[in-house]
């Protein structure tokens, strides 16, 4: 498997009477079993970039390369999954219900017990059986990450993955996400967060729309 790449991304938008120039030329990859952390403060383009890499925003110019696709945002969950700020859990599944889901459309052979074993890993198997709505934000952003690793993708581009958790649980987040990486899944992970810059193979800072 390859690279996922973007390439010269230049992306701009209005803002008021405001030209935002939220990337100005990115250029960026992510091999197969690498973590990647992407800093910046809020506004700085990194949900931008992310939202470039999947397809759910084109960029004025540039290109992004996803091994196996020709179009971003027609990538499978098994080459990229995303873990979104904001969540996009089903409210009508349970926890589990919603973890299974892309396990299930994946065609895994037994989504039921993979499913079970991502909830074990993030500590959530105690709370399978609620509603998104019945859990706290943090309960949510894990079962978020456990719905983007059960099928074992490729890729994984995670925007804030620890953002509403404790110490204790970003250990435990950032060690599932290591363990993703040997197996040769590559991660993206846009952060704050000092736990993720220390546990990343590579860190990248975007300031002013701009990579260093």
């Not at 084109?58 to 020709?70: E, F, I, W």
């Not at 873990?83 to 926890?95: C, D, H, I, R, S």
């Not at 953002?163 to 290591?178: I, K, M």
């Not at 993206?188 to 546990?199: C, E, G, N, Q, R």
Request: charged content about 20%; hydrophobic content about 45%.
């Amino acid at each position: 498997m390859s690279a996922l790449q973007g390439v010269g991304l230049v992306k701009s938008y209005r803002r008021g009477r405001e030209d935002v120039h939220a990337l100005r030329g990115v250029s960026l990859e992510v091999a197969p079993g690498e973590l990647v952390a992407l800093l910046g403060r809020s506004g700085s383009g990194k949900s931008t970039l992310l939202n470039c890499l999947l397809g759910w925003e084109r960029p004025d110019a540039g290109t992004v390369d996803v091994p196996g696709v020709l179009v971003p945002q027609d990538a499978p969950w098994t080459t990229v999954a995303v873990v979104p700020q904001q969540f996009g859990l089903l409210e009508e599944l349970t926890v589990e219900g919603n973890v299974v889901l892309p396990a299930r459309l994946a065609g895994h052979e037994d989504p039921a017990a993979a499913a079970t074993a991502v909830l074990e890993a993030l500590r959530l198997d105690s709370l399978a059986d609620r509603l998104p709505a019945e859990v706290s934000l943090g309960e949510q952003q894990r079962t978020a990450l456990a719905r983007a690793l059960v099928v074992r993708p490729a890729f994984v581009l995670a925007d804030e993955p620890t953002g509403h958790l404790d110490e204790e649980l970003t250990g435990t987040v950032l060690g599932v996400l290591r363990s993703a990486c040997a197996a040769g899944t590559g991660v993206l992970v846009a952060s704050h967060d000092p736990a993720v810059v220390a546990s990343a193979d590579r860190v990248l800072r975007l300031e002013d729309g701009l990579l260093s």
